[in-house]
C-alpha cells in the first residue's frame, strides 16, 4: 500500500499514513475537530529495473557460455595442431 503524507490545513500539524490509492482521508486520527487535510505530494521511488538493463547473474552466464565457448574452440585447434 502507498504511504501518503497530509498537513492540516487548521493546526499545520503533518503525519504520514498507509492506506489504499482509492481511500480518501477525510479526518486525522485522534482529533476531535473537524480537519481540512491536504495531501502532500511526496517524490514517486519506482523500484523496477529498466528492461534494457540485464540482470547480474544473466551477464555471468552469458561470459561462462561464451569462455567454455572459446575453450572448446582452443581445445579443437590444439588437438588439430598435436595430429599434424
Known amino acids: 500500500m502507498p504511504l501518503y503524507v497530509y498537513r492540516c490545513e487548521e493546526c499545520g500539524d503533518e503525519f504520514t499514513i498507509v492506506h489504499s490509492m482509492g481511500y480518501d482521508l477525510q479526518k486525522k486520527e485522534g482529533c476531535n475537530k473537524i480537519c481540512t487535510l491536504k495531501r502532500i505530494p511526496q517524490a514517486v521511488q519506482n523500484n ?28 579443437e585447434h590444439l588437438k588439430q595442431e598435436i595430429k599434424i
Open 48 to 75: 523496477k529495473k529498466s528492461a534494457t538493463k540485464q540482470k547480474p547473474g544473466k551477464l555471468v552466464n552469458q561470459y561462462i557460455k561464451e569462455v567454455k565457448k572459446e575453450l572448446k574452440e582452443e581445445k
